[in-house]
């Protein structure tokens, strides 16, 4: 079955952290990609973190990279995003995302499992 559950979204202030998790279900917990993308409010849906299988590599769009760490718990099938120092610009809808990662790490063709997304609001 698949499954991919967000939470852990909220409202926080500019500079401060929030740390989303995904819960999967161990079929689509299997899928060689684990990642995150976000979309703002008229904005296309963007990639943001990704996770290789067992989590041995992980990739980061420069926008986030030195503030948000991607990590998974294998023995939970969670996979999760820690993210601080958040900016306004943060401000979106969080979803997870699992998939064979054929069409390269940030491509959304890659990712065949969605789950249905979590706010996330930054204000400065």
């Known amino acids: 079955q698949v499954q991919l559950v967000e939470s852990g979204g909220g409202s926080v202030q500019a500079g401060g952290s929030l740390r989303l998790s995904c819960a999967a279900s161990k079929y689509t917990y299997s899928s060689v990609y684990m990642g995150w993308f976000r979309q703002a409010p008229g904005k296309e849906r963007e990639w943001v973190a990704a996770?290789?299988?067992?989590?041995?590599?992980?990739y980061y769009a420069d926008s986030v990279k030195g503030r948000f760490t991607i990590s998974r718990d294998n023995a939970k099938n969670t996979l999760y995003l820690q993210m601080n120092s958040l900016k306004p610009e943060d401000t979106a809808i969080y979803y997870c995302?699992?998939?064979?990662?054929?069409?390269?790490?940030?491509?959304?063709?890659?990712?065949?499992?969605w789950g249905q997304g979590t706010q996330v609001t930054v204000s400065s």
């Open positions: 995302a699992a998939g064979s990662g054929s069409y390269g790490v940030g491509n959304r063709r890659s990712y065949n499992y």
């Open positions: 996770s290789r299988t067992a989590g041995l590599l992980t």
